[in-house]
């Protein structure tokens, strides 16, 4: 029997390996208040971990099922679909993360996500400065609920 790889089982094994690292990383996140462990940081995290991970055996099984019917992944063709606009700016948009992440804690929240949304939408090509404008007002909007109403510490960063 001849093994083919399709398109949903390689989203499939995607999803399955990021909800598996979700859940990896968030568990050393402390727990809940009060007699109620389960409501702590990782909850939400965690429970889109899950639901990723059931997609994904899901993609998974569906490969299986319609294997027959669906074209195997072509491995000579990913340097050229790596170069399609869509990819590029696909890989742009997950450097973008994997620098806010990154750089949230040291400069700071508010101009890490700034900048963020900035080049994010920038990318997307929404104007300059509708751009500037919306990152400002949605970083007002987060400010106001955050750390006004629900009183959390957002990483300071340069700004101290």
Known sequence: MQIRINREHVIGIVCIGIGTLVLILTRNFPT?????????????????????ILAGIAEVVNGIILRTSLSPVAVLGIGEQLKTPGTQTLLIIIALMVLYVLFMKPIGFFPTSFLFLFLLMWRLKVRWWKSALFSIV?????????VRLFYVNLPAGLLG
Do not use: C, E, R, W
């Open 32 to 52: 809940g208040q009060g007699y109620v462990k389960l409501t702590g940081p990782a909850f939400f995290p965690n429970v889109l971990s899950i639901i990723l």
């Open 138 to 146: 949605l970083l007002g909007v987060l400010y106001g609920v955050f």
